[in-house]
């Protein structure tokens, strides 16, 4: 099985940024697909990014030109850079690692925007 760990969460103003980490261990599967989703509370849980193990990114139409995804297949990490945070961003944020034994998900990071 493979563990993801979230890192980078935290409380910014409106108009900060947050590079949020998610780092797989464990089973050394290959990482087909990562991504990023969030959680607003009494909403659905949404994607909010991706990348395939090629390097092509997919983003929620409300983060694109804000949000950026990347890896590091190597590390087994990927990132989500986040300017120009908005309240609206305000969620828990989770990691998704798809690989050819399963999908998995970390156990979430609190991002939080106020002034």
């Known amino acids: 099985q493979v563990q993801l760990v979230e890192s980078g969460g935290g409380l910014v103003q409106p108009g900060g940024s947050l590079r949020l980490s998610c780092a797989a261990s464990?089973?050394?599967?290959?990482?087909?697909?990562m991504g990023w989703y969030r959680q607003a509370p009494g909403k659905q849980r949404d994607m909010v990014a991706s990348?395939?193990?090629?390097?092509?990114?997919n983003y929620a139409d409300s983060v694109k030109g804000r949000f950026t995804i990347s890896r590091d297949n190597a590390k087994k990490t990927w990132y989500l850079q986040m300017n120009s945070l908005k309240p609206e961003d305000t969620a828990v944020y989770y990691c998704?690692?798809?690989?050819?034994?399963?999908?998995?998900w970390g156990k979430g990071t609190q991002v939080t925007v106020s002034s």
């Open positions: 998704k690692a798809n690989t050819f034994k399963g999908s998995f």
């Open positions: 464990g089973s050394s599967f290959s990482i087909a697909a």
């Open positions: 990348i395939s193990s090629g390097g092509s990114t």
